[in-house]
Nanobody, 121 residues
Framework: QVQLVESGGGLVQAGGSLRLSCAAS????????MRWYRQAPGKERELVAS???????NYADSVQGRFTISRDNAKNTVYLQMNSLKPEDTAVYYC???????????????WGQGTQVTVSS
């Protein structure tokens, strides 16, 4: 069974940095686009950043220039380096990946369990 396991969340002061990781495990044949989402209390889940299998990246306007998404294909892992954090970045962060499983031709969407990021002012 494919699982996405996140790590790296925590409490940080405004202006600080955190690095989130999300690793895919199980019968993974290939990992396509990987994304980070976040959801703040009382708000809808929003897309923060994405990275394609060819390393093409996109960012939400609110994090452009502060966050960097990257991936290590050998480890089936995606990272989110978050710098110059602001209180409004406080949210639960979720990773999402489109994964092809061994023995199947289709790709499926998987989600991590979420990791809390809290930025104090």
């Amino acid at each position: 069974q494919v699982q996405l396991v996140e790590s790296g969340g925590g409490l940080v002061q405004a202006g600080g940095s955190l690095r989130l990781s999300c690793a895919a495990s199980g019968p993974v044949s290939s990992v396509k686009t990987m994304r980070w989402y976040r959801q703040a209390p009382g708000k809808e889940r929003e897309l923060v950043a994405s990275i394609s299998s060819g390393d093409s990246t996109n960012y939400a306007d609110s994090v452009q220039g502060r966050f960097t998404i990257s991936r290590d294909n050998a480890k089936n892992t995606v990272y989110l380096q978050m710098n110059s954090l602001k209180p409004e970045d406080t949210a639960v962060y979720y990773c999402n990946a489109l994964i092809q499983v061994y023995g199947k031709s289709a790709t499926f969407s998987y989600w991590g369990q979420g990791t809390q990021v809290t930025v104090s002012s």
